[in-house]
């Protein structure tokens, strides 16, 4: 098993910053590509970016390039992404996520049901 806490959250305004930290524990961090996922209201949840184990690998969604950076520090078992640029769409509940044996890669089709998933930070952007 692996558990997943993000934080960082919050309010801002359009334009603004907020990083966002997931912290992982129960199983061997860098052995697990990570991924973060958003999910709006009235909206399905859907991929943000992802980053390999070793970070040297990572992916985004069309919305987020160029604001917001996906990175990691295994020492610290910790996943995170910076946010840039912040527009009022990107407000939702973001959720970090990982499965076994996924990589950097696979990670945005990560279904519900299947791998490992934090309770989620709700980010707000006010325009």
């Known amino acids: 098993q692996v558990q997943l806490v993000e934080s960082g959250g919050g309010l801002m305004q359009a334009g603004g910053s907020l990083r966002l930290s997931c912290a992982a524990s129960?199983?061997?961090?860098?052995?697990?590509?990570m991924a973060w996922f958003r999910q709006a209201p009235g909206k399905e949840r859907e991929f943000v970016a992802s980053v390999s184990e070793t970070a040297d690998n990572t992916y985004y969604t069309d919305s987020v390039k160029g604001r917001f950076t996906i990175s990691r520090d295994n020492a610290k078992n910790t996943v995170y992404l910076q946010m840039n640029s912040l527009k009022a769409e990107d407000t939702a509940v973001y959720y970090c996520a990982t499965g076994d044996g996924l990589g950097s890669y696979e990670l945005p089709d990560l279904p519900l049901g299947a791998g490992y998933w934090g309770q989620g930070t709700q980010v707000t952007v006010s325009s």
């Open positions: 129960g199983r061997t961090f860098s052995r697990y590509a």
